[in-house]
Structures are given as structure tokens and as C-alpha cells.
T-cell receptor
């Protein structure tokens, strides 16, 4: 069955450093991969989408890579800030309908 | 634009009861998906509605059913509630025309089954 793995342990980093989150998937080949941010008790908020024919996508301090050979996506936040503290969810999406399969998420804590 | 709205915010039920959750999609969106998120887990896909029909379904029992109305709003019904149904239920809307684009999530309904 389709499986998505994200860093299960929380990631603690110092303000100003770059946070790197990993998403690995198995048993399918997603046409797109999305990243969402979720704050406690709230719904996920879309951050970035990357397509299978794109190697890298950037948006302000965010960067996502997509390696279809390794079946992996990396999510980077540069110059991290305490306000970036949240859970980040990876959601590869297979072609067809907008059905998202989420990983468990990685909790990021940025310390001043 | 109010975005995706869900009601109620919180709900407490007892085992065996039935519950109905409601969702209004973002203006211009015609597709509604429902997700269940247990504590510490990522959202799990329940089903998706488009043109008032269930288009896809995740690995959830028939106790979970839904409906979409002509105005694209949607309901999620859960019968014979179990303790394990306690979770945050999320509704997400999107447009079929924008395949692969972002989904907009509502704030969720927190369901507690006692």
C-alpha cells in the first residue's frame, strides 16, 4: 500500500538556521507533491506544490525538492524564525483526483 | 470570502450515537473532501464529493457516509460511533478545474466520543 514517511521526531533548531524536513514515499509514483503547515487545533494550510517534472521550487524562504528516483522530497526553511514553529505535512498526490495522502508530519520548533 | 467553514466546532457524543458534521466550501470550489485526523497523526482521506456524488473513498467503513448539496456544501455522517472515532474532522475544498492545486482546509470539527 502507499506509504509516506516523515521525520517522526520533532526537529529543534536555532533561529536563523535552515530547517530541512524529509518526506519519503513508497509504492506509488505521485504526479505532484504538496507541503502543508498545520498549527495546533487548526486545519492544514497549503505552502508549496511541486510537480514530478520539477526538481526544485522556491517561495520566499521556502524551498522544496522532488527526487522521483529516490522517491523523496526535501522541504527547507531558510533563516528560520520562531513563527515557523508548527507541524509540516507532506502530501504526495497521484494523478486523477485531488486525493491527498498525508504523512504523519514533522513538528518543527525554532528557538530564539 | 469566508473560506472553508465547518460546523460545529466541537462535539461530544456517546458510543452508539450518530453524528452529522457540516462543511461549506470556498467560493468557486465544486469539490469537497473529508479527512479524519487522530491526535499526532496526519489527516486520513475519508471520501470526496463532486457533482453531488461520492467520487473516491478511502479505507473507512460504511458507517461513514456523506452528501453534497447543489450549492456544493457537504455533510459527513457517522453512525454507531466508536471510541476510536474521536478525532479532528477536516473538510477541504478544491476546484476540479485546478487539478493538483492547493486544497483549502476548514478549521475542523473536534469530535469526542465517550
Amino acid at each position: 500500500s502507499q506509504k509516506i514517511e516523515q521525520n517522526s521526531e520533532a526537529l529543534n533548531i536555532q533561529e536563523g538556521k535552515t530547517a530541512t524536513l524529509t518526506c519519503n514515499y513508497t509504492n506509488y509514483s505521485p504526479a505532484y507533491l504538496q507541503w502543508y503547515r498545520q498549527d495546533p487545533g487548526r486545519g492544514p494550510v497549503f505552502l508549496l506544490l511541486i510537480r514530478e517534472n520539477e526538481k526544485e521550487k522556491r517561495k520566499e524562504r521556502l524551498k522544496v525538492t522532488f527526487d522521483t528516483t529516490l522517491k523523496q522530497s526535501l522541504f527547507h526553511i531558510t533563516a528560520s524564525q520562531p513563527a515557523d514553529s508548527a507541524t509540516y505535512l507532506c502530501a504526495p498526490l497521484s494523478g486523477g483526483y485531488n486525493k491527498l495522502i498525508f504523512g504523519a508530519g514533522t513538528r518543527l520548533a525554532v528557538h530564539p | 470570502d469566508a473560506g472553508v467553514t465547518q460546523s460545529p466546532t466541537h462535539l461530544i457524543k456517546t458510543r452508539g450515537q450518530q453524528v452529522t458534521l457540516r462543511c461549506s466550501p470556498k467560493s468557486g470550489h465544486d469539490t469537497v473532501s473529508w479527512y479524519q485526523q487522530a491526535l499526532g497523526q496526519g489527516p486520513q482521506f475519508i471520501f470526496q464529493y463532486y457533482e453531488e456524488e461520492e467520487r473516491q473513498r478511502g479505507n473507512f467503513p460504511d458507517r461513514f457516509s456523506g452528501h453534497q448539496f447543489p450549492n456544493y456544501s457537504s455533510e459527513l455522517n457517522v453512525n454507531a460511533l466508536l471510541l476510536g472515532d474521536s478525532a479532528l474532522y477536516l473538510c477541504a475544498s478544491s476546484s476540479l478545474a485546478d487539478l493538483g492545486d492547493e486544497q483549502f482546509f476548514g478549521p475542523g470539527t473536534r469530535l469526542t466520543v465517550l
